[in-house]
């Protein structure tokens, strides 16, 4: 090879190179940052980006350089140089991405370990999915519930997750991790979120028809109001059973899927509530009897319009919250409201 | 395709005219009619005989109806009516049979591509149109969920059709169009590159091929079932797929069907490499697209077995109620994903091994030199194959997998991208001072050099542990496996037809045409899947109909382009078509290529060889004056040409 031809290839380089860091710099790939973890797996994400763009720059050079300077007219039937290879440069394409992924391995590793590390002062929140909802449980607030997670900023949090039909998988972009939750197994998630603000909740794995609507957030409050919140929640939970009755609704994410007027549901997966006395009556059953069976085994009767096999059974809520959201529901759809 | 008659005029007998009577009886497609409603019905009579001697109700549980009837006993009318089992039916009652009958052997007319055919020109033709027919069906699927997503919120489809729309369309184009269209182009060539004249096994090659169209039909028609198609994602994971509606296990049968048209074909190619090279073929004298199905094989038998086993096991949870997957009951959720991935992530090599095979028979046939590092290329195919077993639950790093086990399968998924990449290099090597000639099979072999180094980049940000926490089931993922299938195996494919386009039809394609679909495809591709990375890492997760409409605009985007990636496949299929009936008459080697496929006519006579070749040398001479890679009737075949100097490299 002439050094004028190696000029033209490193420059060849050079420009690709450039170009896939402008592409890379210019455009925001990644989301904003709201967690230690999420800065740690940026690290390793802009450490793999340098490598990739300086193996992109070599393959892209080597073909534009071929494209240039190789073509032959249609005609020429001449054959190219008889090279059957060379051990030198084979032994250097073998070790040098060997040494490279090797060290994309290490790097990941060490912040696989930071990431996964619990102080012992941290917040345990135990994360219950089922389709199509999420809820969240303070075990060190007498278990009080939640359909968002409210965290408090700059504490870690280590999230328990329980799956109660099939698959799901916990995910905040803006902390970055991401767990599946698993039927008949526990699985655990370190967060430590850094910046107060509301964040999506988003289920990440196919867990049936409203998958795409497992969704809820995930807020960041300064540690006084987060505090605040844990003592509003647990006096709302000692209301009047109407009250007690919406919050039972709001805490078990039936707003994901169903629209009620008065808890400002606007879920359209699953049949209207607003319309229960009429669906009651199509069902013939009385309303009451109607709503709570519709909520114990929804397959006993299904709405026209509406597939079976959706909505998960709620058989295993507890006695006096069933009556409450009963209660609720009856006078809520009857326009009676709280 | 009348060298038949031709070569061998002995083996072809005059037919006597056909009665009714030989209508109904004989081999056909009137037998198979009325076969697969004999055999329906007798699963239907099983099914109700043996829940009525036990006493189960419903006795008619139209799940146990389906698995039975419609999707085993039927399709095995099918094939005994179209005569796929004939010989053997035959020879197991004893009845009297010609080992050398090749009445069921060669393509005289179109009537021969629809019948079990023994020759392994034809079946890889057949292979090759039944699995563009599929790919175009997937296609379609794709347009219309890509129509569905181009805005947020619901438009076109519901939740369960989009789900089923995305699943069939994965599904399809894995099962029913990468896999065999790499076996069907696999069949045509490598006796031809052998020097044999046919597979070992033709009448289990001709049933092989004849399994995938049940395949295929059945997620096809899983659309039809009450409840709709399987809508699981083609990775089906249990325990969701075991409460689905009836279309989930059109999904669960149809993979068995393809699976063991895979294992069939790939036992076939491993005896036919094996034992049936011509004197001389050493396994160092072999073109490299045989050592890439020669691996590709292995694979295909060691793994497939497990995604067989992994799919009856979700059809047991649900039809004979057993409890492998249910948690309830003490079953291992997790369990599925290992079995499941312990085959699909070899299949993903199964799905790209006979690609690169393509593309070094094209590279170094259009650069005119030798491929650089020949033996290292087929030693890394080998390391691939190996290192390809030990990496699996890479896929499962967020599954809930035991933890100590993600930095090994780590370290092991970044270690396989030393053998690829040495694969990489050596193409470029190969092309380096070479004679570029930029045809259509050439663009599609460096256009896949190319997109495969993306996907093979994205990869590695999915193996770190930390990143693949982010991005997985995010359309990062779909990114990426779109730049390894669409831009890595598809563009092979393509590669592939192209050039063995000349062998197969005997005519020349529309090289303007083809290089048209080229550029169209090339950047369709780059538009429709290259802003998927972005939407992925910034928060969209995969298999959803609707989502934040903060991502809206891309998705438009992204939906326009991949119709223009599909428009441009109606410009392959014309230019295919066209050229078929019409093209320019094609010359034996019209690439000047030394391997043996291109030393004999266009197509090849009915047995491939006049005279069996004695291989000389490598397949790769380009470039040594009068160096050959074999010698036939007696005549050397196409010799390699010392290079002219050339003009570039010296001012």
């Known amino acids: 090879m002439r050094r004028g031809s190696i000029l033209q290839l490193v420059g060849l380089g050079v420009l690709f190179g450039g170009l896939a860091t402008l592409v890379a710099v210019l455009i925001p790939w990644l989301p904003p940052v709201a967690s230690k973890q999420r800065d740690r797996i940026d690290f390793v994400f802009w450490f793999t980006t340098g490598i990739c763009i300086a193996v992109f720059a070599l393959v892209a050079a080597v073909i534009a350089y071929s494209l240039l300077k190789f073509r032959v007219q249609p005609d020429d039937d001449s054959d190219g140089p008889p090279i059957h290879g060379h051990t030198g440069v084979e032994i250097v394409w073998t070790a040098v991405p060997a040494i490279l992924v090797t060290a994309i391995s290490v790097v990941s590793s060490i912040v696989l370990v930071q990431n996964e590390n619990v102080p012992k002062n941290h917040l345990d929140v135990a994360v219950t999915a089922r389709q199509f909802a999420w809820t969240f449980t303070y075990p060190d607030q007498d278990g009080l519930t939640s359909a968002q997670l409210r965290l408090p900023v700059d504490r870690t949090v280590k999230l328990h997750l329980r799956a109660l039909d099939v698959i799901h998988s916990f995910w905040v972009p803006e902390f970055g991790q991401k767990q599946d939750a698993v039927p008949g197994q526990d699985t655990t998630l370190v967060i430590t979120p850094t910046k107060v603000g509301t964040y999506p909740v988003i289920c990440t794995e196919l867990c049936g028809l409203g998958h795409a609507l497992m969704r809820t957030s995930a807020i960041v409050m300064q540690p006084a109001a987060f505090q605040t919140w844990l003592r509003d929640q647990k006096n709302a939970a000692a209301a009047p059973p109407a009250e007690a009755g919406k919050a039972v609704f709001t805490s078990n994410g039936c707003a994901s899927c169903h629209t009620l007027e008065d808890a400002g549901a606007t879920g359209t997966a699953g049949p209207d509530l607003d319309k229960l006395p009429a669906y009651a009556k199509q069902a013939g059953k009385p309303l009451e009897d109607f709503v709570r069976e519709s909520i114990v085994d929804p397959n006993a009767y299904v709405q026209s319009g509406y597939p079976k096999n959706v909505m998960p059974a709620f058989a295993t809520l507890p006695k006096d919250q069933l009556d409450s959201l009963v209660d609720y529901l009856v006078k809520s759809s009857t326009g009676g409201g709280s | 395709m009348t060298a038949v008659a031709e070569h061998h005029p002995s083996v072809v007998a005059p037919r006597p005219p056909k009665t009714a009577r030989d209508y109904i009886l004989k081999a056909g497609w ?258 490299l697209l045989v050592w890439a199905n020669f691996t590709t094989s292995l694979l295909v038998v060691i793994a497939t077995p497990f995604i067989a086993g992994s799919q009856f096991f979700v059809m047991f949870d649900r039809v004979m109620h057993t409890n492998f997957f249910n948690a309830a009951e003490g079953g291992y959720v997790l369990g599925y994903q290992h079995i499941f991935w312990f085959y699909s992530h070899p299949a993903v090599y199964i799905m790209m091994l006979p690609g690169f095979g393509i593309a070094s028979e094209v590279i170094s046939t259009m650069a005119r030199k030798p491929i650089f590092g020949y033996r290292l290329m087929a030693l890394s195919l080998m390391a691939i194959l190996v290192l390809g077993f030990s990496v699996w639950a890479h896929h499962m790093f967020v599954a809930g997998v035991a933890p100590w086990l993600r930095i090994p399968m780590m370290v092991t998924s970044m270690i396989i991208a030393v053998p690829t990449g040495i694969k990489v290099f050596s193409w470029l090597a190969t092309v380096w001072e070479g004679r570029i000639h930029f045809n259509t099979p050439m663009l599609f072999a460096l256009g896949f050099v190319s997109m495969f180094v993306i996907g093979g980049l994205s990869g590695i940000y999915l193996a770190a542990v930390p990143i693949d926490i982010h991005v997985s089931d995010t359309y990062f993922v779909v990114a990426h496996i779109h730049y390894v299938l669409f831009g890595g195996s598809l563009f092979t494919i393509f590669a592939g037809i192209y050039y063995w386009f000349p062998k197969m039809t005997g005519r020349m394609y529309n090289e303007r045409l083809g290089r048209i679909h080229f550029w169209l495809t090339f950047i369709g591709f780059n538009v429709t899947f290259f802003p998927m990375h972005w939407v992925g890492l910034q928060g969209m997760p995969r298999r959803v109909a609707d989502y934040a409409p903060e991502f809206g605009n891309w998705n438009f985007v992204i939906s326009i382009a991949s119709f223009g990636l599909g428009a441009s496949t109606v410009v392959f299929l014309y230019n295919m078509i066209v050229s078929w009936r019409r093209g320019p008459i094609a010359p034996g080697n019209p690439w000047r290529a030394l391997t043996l496929e291109w030393q004999v006519s266009s197509p090849p006579p009915v047995f491939n060889f006049d005279e069996v070749p004695q291989v000389v040398g490598s397949p790769y001479e380009y470039g040594t004056r009068g160096a050959r890679h074999a010698v036939l009737n007696g005549k050397p075949t196409e010799t390699g040409k010392a290079p002219e100097p050339l003009e570039v490299m010296h001012h």
């Open chain 2, 30 to 287: 009137i037998r198979a009619a009325w076969m697969t409603c004999l055999f329906w019905g007798i699963g239907l009579g099983l099914v109700l005989i043996f829940r009525g001697w036990a006493g189960w109700e419903p006795l008619f549980d139209w799940a146990v109806i389906t698995v039975v009837a419609t999707l085993t006993a039927a399709p095995i009318g099918f094939l005994a009516g179209l005569g796929a089992f004939d010989y053997w039916v035959r020879y197991a009652a004893g009845a009297p049979t010609v080992p050398e009958d090749h009445s069921t052997h060669g393509g005289r007319n179109w009537k021969d591509y629809f019948r079990p055919n023994t020759d392994h020109k034809v079946i890889g033709i057949q292979y090759v149109v039944t699995t563009i027919f599929f790919f175009v069906a997937a296609g379609l699927m794709a347009m219309l969920f890509r129509a569905e997503l181009a805005r947020p919120g619901m438009q076109f489809v519901d939740n369960q059709t989009f789900n089923g729309l995305v699943s069939v369309h994965a599904a399809l184009m894995i099962f029913l169009f990468v896999i065999p269209a790499f076996a069907g182009l696999g069949n045509y060539v490598i006796p031809l590159m052998i020097g044999a004249p046919d597979m070992a096994f033709p009448r289990l090659n001709a049933l092989s091929f004849w399994l995938l169209p049940i395949a295929g039909f059945m997620m096809l028609l899983s659309f039809l079932v009450p409840g709709g198609a399987f809508a699981t994602g083609w990775t089906s994971y249990a325990p969701l797929a075991t409460d689905q509606p009836l279309g989930q296990v059109f999904f669960n049968m149809g993979v068995q069907w393809a699976g063991a048209s895979s294992i069939m074909t790939a036992l076939n190619f491993l005896v036919t490499i094996i034992t049936m090279r011509a004197p001389g073929m050493t396994f160092w004298r072999m073109p």
